[in-house]
């Protein structure tokens, strides 16, 4: 694979241009999944589609004006940063919150590869005509709002105006959601098996918030180096990693701070106390946001954290 910042004027408007020719196909699979079912949808899939096309056009002229007729193949998956998408095909049959949430994926991908792509052309032609297309990509989604008033009923509009939210989970809640589950679970060990041990409420302290602070700066800069987030829209990678990074330390602080209490008792039940909060909140998190069954949260939430407590206990009591 290759870098972005390495291709040359030529290699990006020839990725352009196969970007717009998958994006375009991608949009016609839409329209023909949702014919049957979603006839309104597919309209707006199909204006997208012809929106694709004539971004094409656009570069397939000026890339023949500026390098020749033959154009190099060169895809997504050749360069660094792309997500990688699920065929359509494979998705069978296509439901709404599916589609809209690979579109709005799309959107922001490809405008966010045009919003670069620019700043990295030196020929003001070139420049001006990925400046456009970045700028009508940032307007497509309020085309795609314009085709909804007009072409969609309330409630099928209510119902696809819940993918909106995806990108939201996308930059802020995934993050924030691993680091929290990581802090809350992942620390019930040291600090649990500590407390146990010692039976020194200070001790235990010191050893969650080493656990905490330590994995806080682990999971953020293993979530910053993840994904550089330039293409994929997931967002700026420092500030996912602060996220996640945060989280991760709040998750293992707030068991860590009830053994400031002098009173050990009193000191392990509070933190308990704290525990089965935390792992409510993931639990609600994960319902909320992740689309999971409440009961299906909470038992897999509840049996993980109560796996690492117990396993805790019993090291610090062994």
């Given at each position: 694979?290759?870098?972005?910042?390495?291709?040359?004027?030529?290699?990006?408007?020839?990725?352009?241009?196969?970007?717009?020719?998958?994006?375009?196909?991608?949009?016609?699979?839409?329209?023909?999944?949702?014919?049957?079912?979603f006839p309104a949808s597919a309209a707006i899939f199909?204006?997208?589609?012809?929106?694709?096309?004539?971004?094409?056009?656009?570069?397939?002229?000026?890339?023949?004006?500026?390098?020749?007729?033959?154009?190099?193949?060169?895809?997504?998956?050749?360069?660094?940063?792309?997500?990688?998408?699920?065929?359509?095909?494979?998705?069978?049959?296509?439901?709404?919150?599916?589609?809209?949430?690979?579109?709005?994926?799309?959107?922001?991908?490809?405008?966010?590869?045009?919003?670069?792509?620019?700043?990295?052309?030196?020929?003001?032609?070139?420049?001006?005509?990925?400046?456009?297309?970045?700028?009508?990509?940032?307007?497509?989604?309020?085309?795609?709002?314009?085709?909804?008033?007009?072409?969609?009923?309330?409630?099928?509009?209510?119902?696809?105006?819940?993918?909106?939210?995806?990108?939201?989970?996308?930059?802020?809640?995934?993050?924030?959601?691993?680091?929290?589950?990581?802090?809350?679970?992942?620390?019930?060990?040291?600090?649990?098996?500590?407390?146990?041990?010692?039976?020194?409420?200070?001790?235990a302290f010191l050893v969650g918030l080493a656990a905490s602070l330590?994995?806080?700066?682990?999971?953020?800069?293993?979530?910053?180096?993840?994904?550089?987030?330039?293409?994929?829209?997931?967002?700026?990678?420092?500030?996912?990693?602060?996220?996640?990074?945060?989280?991760?330390?709040?998750?293992?602080?707030?068991?860590?701070?009830?053994?400031?209490?002098?009173?050990?008792?009193?000191?392990?039940?509070?933190?308990?106390?704290?525990?089965?909060?935390?792992?409510?909140?993931?639990?609600?998190?994960?319902?909320?946001?992740?689309?999971?069954?409440?009961?299906?949260?909470?038992?897999?939430?509840?049996?993980?954290?109560?796996?690492?407590?117990?396993?805790?206990?019993?090291?610090?009591?062994?």
């Amino acid at each position: 694979m290759k870098k972005f910042d390495s291709l040359s004027e030529q290699e990006i408007l020839a990725l352009a241009i196969s970007l717009e020719e998958e994006d375009e196909r991608v949009y016609a699979d839409f329209a023909e999944g949702l014919r049957e079912n979603f006839p309104a949808s597919a309209a707006i899939f199909n204006a997208m589609r012809a929106d694709e096309t004539g971004h094409r056009q656009r570069l397939l002229a000026l890339y023949q004006k500026q390098f020749g007729n033959h154009i190099p193949l060169i895809r997504r998956q050749d360069v660094r940063g792309f997500v990688q998408r699920t065929p359509v095909w494979l998705v069978r049959p296509l439901g709404l919150d599916a589609v809209r949430k690979q579109a709005s994926a799309i959107e922001v991908e490809t405008r966010r590869f045009y919003e670069r792509a620019a700043r990295r052309a030196k020929d003001v032609e070139v420049r001006q005509l990925l400046d456009d297309l970045a700028e009508e990509e940032r307007v497509h989604e309020n085309r795609a709002q314009e085709l909804t008033e007009q072409n969609l009923t309330p409630e099928i509009r209510e119902n696809e105006d819940r993918a909106r939210r995806r990108l939201f989970v996308l930059q802020i809640v995934q993050p924030g959601l691993a680091g929290l589950m990581d802090g809350s679970v992942s620390t019930l060990a040291p600090v649990f098996a500590a407390a146990m041990a010692s039976r020194n409420t200070w001790y235990a302290f010191l050893v969650g918030l080493a656990a905490s602070l330590g994995a806080g700066i682990s999971m953020g800069f293993a979530e910053a180096l993840s994904d550089d987030g330039s293409l994929t829209g997931r967002g700026h990678p420092w500030l996912r990693g602060l996220i996640c990074g945060a989280m991760t330390t709040l998750g293992g602080i707030g068991h860590t701070l009830p053994f400031l209490i002098p009173n050990f008792r009193v000191a392990f039940m509070t933190a308990f106390v704290v525990v089965l909060a935390e792992l409510g909140v993931i639990t609600w998190v994960r319902h909320r946001y992740m689309d999971t069954p409440i009961v299906t949260a909470a038992i897999q939430v509840a049996f993980g954290g109560s796996l690492v407590f117990i396993m805790g206990v019993l090291i610090g009591s062994s």
